[in-house]
């Protein structure tokens, strides 16, 4: 059960977070544009804000209530999870399922929170280095080399055996 301390407590880590979201946008409107500085701001205040459960306030107030609540995020985040990962052999966005049973996981436990952060940056990250042109280029160059490699083997089996599948060569 939540004492009057812990919503106290929790309170003046908001209002923190506030303040230093406030200050950090001040500040670098002195610098920079105020719509970059303040995305920035508002993204490090994310960064550095506590985890914190996103039941309603009546189910936390009642710790079995919010234990069952926490079971039940736990059991559909886990459920779309386990059909992402069908869906990597089956046909389906699989990635992006389990990504939303994380994102799930995510509203109630600290640990999904910090595992979907993780794993925002990295993707962020790939797509910067994905869209740098040296890349793109080495990407394009390295296709295209597989494709016609592929184009040659193809183009000497039909040469060679003509439209026979390989399961149904006789010596020949």
């Known amino acids: 059960m939540n004492t009057g301390s812990d919503r106290g407590t929790n309170q003046s880590a908001a209002d923190a977070t506030t303040s230093s979201t406030g200050a950090g946008s001040a500040a670098g409107t002195a610098g920079e544009s105020g719509a970059e500085s303040g995305a920035t701001s508002a993204a490090e205040a994310a960064e550095q804000t506590p985890h914190v459960s996103k039941a309603p306030a009546f189910i936390k107030a009642n710790k079995s209530l919010h234990l069952s609540w926490q079971v039940g995020v736990f059991i559909v985040g886990l459920a779309v999870i386990a059909a992402g990962i069908a869906m990597l052999v089956l046909p389906g966005p699989g990635w992006v399922a389990i990504f939303a049973g994380l994102a799930i996981w995510a509203t109630e436990f600290a640990w999904a929170h910090l595992v979907l952060r993780w794993t925002k940056r990295k993707v962020t990250e790939a797509a910067q280095k994905a869209l740098d042109p040296k890349v793109r280029r080495r990407n394009l160059i390295l296709t295209t080399t597989g494709l016609v490699i592929?184009?040659?083997?193809?183009?000497?089996?039909?040469?060679?055996?003509?439209?026979?599948?390989?399961?149904?060569?006789?010596?020949?």
């Open 150 to 172: 592929a184009a040659a083997l193809i183009g000497f089996y039909l040469w060679k055996y003509g439209l026979v599948l390989p399961w149904d060569l006789k010596d020949q």
